[in-house]
T-cell receptor, first 113, second 111 residues
């Protein structure tokens, strides 16, 4: 079946940029998402990108999509302690399934002072 | 305030004792879904519902039941819980799947 993969952990220094990577297997994925989960809370949508886009920027967040390599990344500029969370990559292909979003295992981002 | 409300937040139970986790949303969403989150495995879909009286299995439905009698409510039922159902459970809802709204989670421990 289709899959989404992420590394489990990332540690960065406060003020540096964080880059969280994700790969997916469905070459026809239409929507690619980044969700953020803070401690003790549910997931919240951070941003998403359509498959016909290469890049999307929203304040400190930059999403890059390489469709050829099926690779998605989330860059957080000037990482702050409030960015500590688990970040989930997810994808959806409405032609494969009208109802299904596939999530990766999540990357836990920790910030060093 | 638009939200998805799950109850309870924490639940400890024993093997075989039936339990229900409630989920309610106030956004008039057609789509609702249940996920479980386990370390290293991410979120796996248990059941989903596209509308009232329409439910379907996700990836890991064994041992779970759901119902969708009203648009706002989507309870998750464990008829005979077992220790391998110890997990963090999330309910989510959406109008068009572009954005899922998640509840705060229910941490279930089955002894």
């Amino acid at each position: 079946g289709e899959d989404v993969e992420q590394s489990l952990f990332l540690s960065v220094r406060e003020g540096d940029s964080s880059v969280i990577n994700c790969t997916y297997t469905d070459s026809s994925s239409t929507y690619l998402y980044w969700y953020k989960q803070e401690p003790g809370a549910g997931l919240q949508l951070l941003t998403y990108i359509f498959s016909n886009m290469d890049m999307k920027q929203d304040q400190r967040l930059t999403v890059l999509l390489n469709k050829k390599d099926k690779h998605l990344s989330l860059r957080i500029a000037d990482t702050q302690t409030g960015d500590s969370a688990i970040y989930f990559c997810a994808e959806r292909n409405p032609q494969r399934s009208a109802s299904k979003i596939i999530f990766g295992s999540g990357t836990r981002l920790s910030i060093r002072p | 305030e638009a939200q998805v409300t799950q109850n309870p937040r924490y639940l400890i139970t024993v093997t075989g004792k039936k339990l229900t986790v409630t989920c309610s949303q106030n956004m008039n969403h057609e789509y609702m879904s249940w996920y479980r989150q386990d370390p290293g495995l991410g979120l796996r879909q248990i059941y989903y519902s596209m509308n009232v009286e329409v439910t379907d299995k996700g990836d890991v439905p064994e041992g779970y039941k759901v119902s969708r009698k009203e648009k706002r409510n989507f309870p998750l039922i464990l008829e005979s819980p077992s220790p391998n159902q110890t997990s963090l459970y999330f309910c989510a809802s959406s109008s068009g799947l572009e954005k899922l709204f998640f509840g705060s989670g229910t941490q279930l421990s089955v002894l």
